[in-house]
């Protein structure tokens, strides 16, 4: 027992590596206020926790957390504290400390200064750079994107002399202003060349912010959100969202809505796909917005993605086969969201894809369902960017028509979204429209003629083969079909098709053999003669064939088979 309480009593009282580990934890998460508090907490007991000589780089890589922390909370005696203490270790160290040390400059106004700092950083980097990228450019990076800040502290030394020396009258103020809008706008270009990593943004975002303030510069931390989200890093991009709302004006509602919809986002992938957090905030959102009347431009499309994404929470909670009073109550949503962006791709996939599934569960007004899942899909196919996506709507709008289509209001509306529906598009289904023509429908028969013919006409070798193989089908009312489709496309392009028939023809008498073409063409013979006893039929198989190959060119191969038939 004594020696015991001898160990614990040589033992530190603090565990310093657990500590360095909630200080790198916070920096990941972007957790600024609560490292800064974590440090006043550590500050406050130093002299106990770092008692040995070994502790002296732990305690400097603190320093240049909380330099990263002072600097995103604007927290200027902070930085120049820990800057002032930092004794880099590395390479690394040096260029973070000299980045540090020139937006300190600028914030004081010792411009003359900052220049120097900048010149004799880039001079550091040209020997190194030109090195690393003879042997790959990923290992240069780093010092590129370094010296890309570099270039920004500069621009930004430039715009703050402007604004020292022009701002006596309204004339200069109104250039200052306009050339710091130029320069918002090459910054946004060149961010738009950067990789996807939320470190790199967050410290790109930290030197903006020495002109832009968190309101002017919103956009770039809502996309910063973004990126965090998609790495996976939701209770980054959340605090970032925090910091956000915090340092702007709620009274702006484009902003507003915009934030409460990029948390709600986040919300909604943090907790596992959990909604009802998101909902709650939505609803307080949708009470708020539905009290005014903003007739901007982004302050429509901003409340279409509110109601849109309102929309999507409610029909993830949504039981096709037992909750079918709400489904209008959703697609309401869809519509108001269409209503105020007629161009907002997801709120018409949206709409008709609740439709297209509901149709499917609903016992009456199926048809009006499918009415407007048409529609909605037809909209999004033609305001849709992503192919694959267009693709999805186009096979679900098919199935409906294929389903319900021997009604004559859906024939109706069908052959008028034929013509809004570019032919570019109709071309990556024609697999499927191909099976489907000897379809016992005649409506549905019709329309798929009117929509192959359309396609012909405009491409007509996305047609030329499968047509061509078609027109020798065993089915009467495909090859009848195919007769149909190819008498108008034949007389506008003759020549394409003739050259694609002897081609065709060509390669499948060379695909199939004579002693296989005769065996499959006696033993369907047989069938017809012994079986069904019908004898014309059994003829005709075998006359057919005799035609066949008395048109085949004369080679060894056939006269091989002649001599042993």
Same mark, same amino acid.
């Given at each position: 027992?004594?020696?015991?309480?001898?160990?614990?009593?040589?033992?530190?009282?603090?565990?310093?590596?657990?500590?360095?580990?909630?200080?790198?934890?916070?920096?990941?998460?972007?957790?600024?206020?609560?490292?800064?508090?974590?440090?006043?907490?550590?500050?406050?007991?130093?002299? /106990?926790?770092?008692?040995?000589?070994?502790?002296?780089?732990?305690?400097?890589?603190?320093?240049?957390?909380?330099?990263?922390?002072?600097?995103?909370?604007?927290?200027?005696?902070?930085?120049?504290?820990?800057?002032?203490?930092?004794?880099?270790?590395?390479?690394?160290?040096?260029?973070?400390?000299?980045?540090?040390?020139?937006?300190?400059?600028?914030?004081?106004?010792?411009?003359?200064?900052?220049?120097?700092?900048? =010149?004799?950083?880039?001079?550091?980097?040209?020997?190194?750079?030109?090195?690393?990228?003879?042997?790959?450019?990923?290992?240069?990076?780093?010092?590129?994107?370094?010296?890309?800040?570099?270039?920004?502290?500069?621009?930004?030394?430039?715009?703050?002399?402007?604004?020292?020396? !022009?701002? =006596?009258?309204?004339?200069?103020?109104?250039?200052?202003?306009?050339?710091?809008?130029?320069?918002?706008?090459?910054?946004?270009?060149?961010?738009?060349?950067? *990789?996807?990593?939320?470190?790199?943004?967050?410290?790109?975002?930290?030197?903006?912010?020495?002109?832009?303030?968190? /309101?002017?510069?919103?956009?770039?931390?809502?996309?910063?959100?973004?990126?965090?989200?998609?790495?996976?890093?939701?209770?980054?991009?959340?605090?970032?969202?925090?910091?956000?709302?915090?340092?702007?004006?709620?009274?702006? +509602?484009?902003?507003?809505? %915009?934030?409460?919809?990029?948390?709600?986002?986040?919300?909604?992938?943090?907790?596992?796909?959990?909604?009802?957090?998101?909902?709650?905030?939505?609803?307080?959102?949708?009470?708020?917005?539905?009290?005014? @009347?903003?007739?901007?431009?982004?302050?429509?499309?901003?409340?279409?993605?509110?109601?849109?994404?309102?929309?999507? +929470?409610?029909?993830?909670?949504?039981?096709?086969?037992?909750?079918?009073?709400?489904?209008?109550?959703?697609?309401?949503?869809?519509?108001?969201?269409?209503?105020?962006?007629?161009?907002?791709?997801?709120?018409?996939?949206?709409?008709?894809?609740?439709?297209?599934?509901?149709?499917?569960?609903?016992?009456?007004?199926?048809?009006?369902?499918?009415?407007?899942?048409?529609?909605?899909?037809?909209? *999004?196919?033609?305001?849709?960017?992503?192919? %694959?996506?267009?693709?999805?709507?186009?096979?679900?709008?098919?199935?409906?028509?294929?389903?319900?289509?021997?009604?004559?209001?859906?024939?109706?509306?069908? @052959?008028?979204?034929? =013509?809004?529906? *570019?032919?570019?598009?109709?071309?990556?289904?024609?697999?499927?429209?191909?099976?489907?023509?000897?379809?016992?429908?005649?409506?549905?028969?019709?329309?798929?003629?009117?929509?192959?013919?359309?396609?012909?006409? !405009?491409?007509?070798?996305?047609?030329?083969?499968?047509?061509?193989?078609?027109?020798?089908?065993?089915?009467?009312?495909?090859?009848?079909?195919?007769?149909?489709?190819?008498?108008?496309?034949?007389?506008?392009?003759?020549?394409?098709?003739?050259?694609?028939?002897?081609?065709?023809?060509?390669?499948?008498?060379?695909?199939?053999?004579?002693?296989?073409?005769?065996?499959?063409?006696?033993? /369907?013979?047989?069938?017809?003669?012994?079986?069904?006893?019908?004898?014309?039929?059994?003829?005709?198989?075998?006359?057919?064939?005799?035609?066949?190959?008395?048109?085949?060119?004369?080679?060894?191969?056939?006269?091989?088979?002649?001599?042993?038939?």
């Amino acid at each position: 027992m004594k020696e015991s309480k001898k160990k614990r009593k040589n033992e530190p009282p603090y565990n310093i590596d657990l500590i360095m580990d909630n200080y790198a934890c916070l920096e990941g998460l972007s957790d600024w206020n609560n490292l800064l508090l974590l440090d006043n907490e550590i500050q406050s007991k130093k002299d /106990e926790i770092f008692i040995n000589e070994n502790d002296d780089k732990k305690y400097n890589k603190i320093n240049y957390y909380m330099a990263e922390s002072a600097l995103n909370l604007n927290k200027w005696d902070k930085l120049k504290m820990s800057v002032s203490e930092m004794i880099p270790d590395n390479d690394d160290e040096k260029l973070d400390k000299t980045l540090y040390e020139v937006i300190i400059k600028i914030h004081d106004d010792e411009l003359s200064k900052a220049k120097q700092l900048i =010149e004799q950083a880039r001079l550091s980097l040209l020997d190194k750079v030109k090195i690393l990228l003879k042997e790959s450019y990923e290992r240069a990076y780093k010092l590129l994107l370094f010296n890309d800040n570099l270039y920004q502290l500069e621009e930004i030394i430039q715009l703050k002399d402007y604004q020292k020396n !022009n701002l =006596e009258n309204i004339v200069s103020k109104k250039s200052f202003i306009l050339n710091k809008e130029n320069l918002k706008n090459r910054w946004d270009k060149r961010m738009k060349n950067i *990789s996807k990593d939320p470190r790199t943004h967050e410290k790109i975002l930290a030197i903006r912010n020495l002109v832009l303030n968190y /309101e002017e510069d919103y956009e770039k931390y809502l996309d910063l959100a973004k990126i965090c989200r998609d790495n996976d890093e939701f209770k980054k991009s959340m605090n970032i969202l925090e910091r956000l709302n915090q340092n702007t004006n709620k009274i702006h +509602i484009s902003l507003s809505v %915009t934030l409460s919809m990029s948390k709600c986002f986040n919300e909604n992938y943090e907790l596992g796909n959990n909604n009802i957090k998101a909902k709650d905030e939505l609803e307080k959102i949708i009470k708020e917005i539905s009290q005014f @009347n903003y007739n901007d431009e982004m302050s429509k499309k901003l409340r279409s993605k509110f109601y849109c994404y309102y929309g999507f +929470i409610l029909m993830n909670q949504f039981d096709y086969g037992t909750d079918k009073k709400n489904v209008n109550n959703i697609l309401e949503y869809f519509k108001l969201s269409t209503k105020y962006d007629p161009s907002y791709y997801k709120a018409w996939h949206l709409s008709a894809l609740l439709n297209y599934k509901y149709f499917e569960y609903a016992e009456n007004d199926r048809l009006n369902y499918a009415i407007n899942a048409i529609e909605g899909f037809t909209k *999004s196919i033609c305001i849709g960017k992503n192919i %694959t996506k267009i693709l999805q709507d186009l096979l679900l709008l098919l199935d409906i028509w294929f389903r319900v289509g021997n009604e004559e209001i859906i024939d109706k509306i069908m @052959n008028e979204k034929i =013509e809004i529906i *570019s032919i570019d598009i109709w071309s990556m289904v024609i697999p499927q429209l191909i099976t489907r023509i000897n379809k016992p429908n005649p409506l549905i028969r019709k329309t798929l003629i009117s929509i192959l013919k359309k396609i012909g006409l !405009n491409n007509p070798k996305s047609l030329a083969y499968p047509l061509t193989v078609l027109k020798n089908s065993k089915s009467k009312i495909r090859a009848e079909v195919v007769s149909l489709i190819l008498e108008d496309i034949k007389k506008k392009h003759e020549k394409l098709f003739e050259e694609s028939e002897l081609i065709i023809n060509e390669l499948n008498r060379c695909a199939l053999c004579l002693h296989e073409q005769w065996m499959e063409a006696i033993e /369907e013979s047989a069938k017809f003669f012994f079986k069904t006893k019908d004898y014309d039929k059994a003829i005709q198989i075998l006359s057919e064939l005799h035609k066949k190959n008395g048109n085949t060119p004369k080679n060894n191969e056939r006269n091989s088979f002649s001599s042993i038939i």
